[in-house]
């Protein structure tokens, strides 16, 4: 079993090669990632493309920020919401004071 972290990042080609040579080993390559981060730099998109063809599997719950408004906020930022993401860092105290 092959585990890529980040695999949003990995282009296209790079993941052909790890595919040929998971298959060719009898292995299994394992994807993890998120499509709405950061992308690869070179040609890419295999990650969201197999998560809208392929069952995946997905974190429901954020643990790393500790309060509510701060997840909610991020999950804002996460679908495009930035204007509801800045309000929400604004309104708790969360902005560089000196812009």
């Known amino acids: 079993m092959l585990v890529i972290d980040e695999a949003a990042m990995v282009g296209t080609k790079a993941l052909a090669?790890?595919?040929?040579?998971?298959?060719?080993?009898g292995s299994r390559l394992i994807l993890v990632g998120d499509p709405?981060?950061?992308?690869s730099i070179e040609?890419?998109?295999?990650?969201?493309g197999l998560e809208k063809r392929m069952p995946t599997i997905g974190l429901t719950e954020n643990r790393r920020q500790?309060?509510?408004?701060?997840?909610?906020?991020?999950?804002?930022?996460?679908?495009?919401?930035?204007g509801s993401?800045?309000?929400a860092y604004q309104a708790n105290g969360r902005h560089d004071r000196r812009a």
Not at 17 to 25: P, Q, S, T
Not at 36 to 39: A, K, R, T
Not at 43 to 48: E, K, Q, S, Y
């Open 17 to 25: 090669r790890l595919f040929d040579a998971a298959d060719a080993g």
């Open 36 to 39: 709405h981060q950061l992308q």
């Open 43 to 48: 040609a890419g998109g295999v990650l969201r």
């Open 66 to 82: 500790r309060h509510a408004w701060e997840r909610v906020a991020l999950a804002d930022l996460r679908a495009g919401e930035v």
């Open 85 to 87: 993401f800045l309000t």
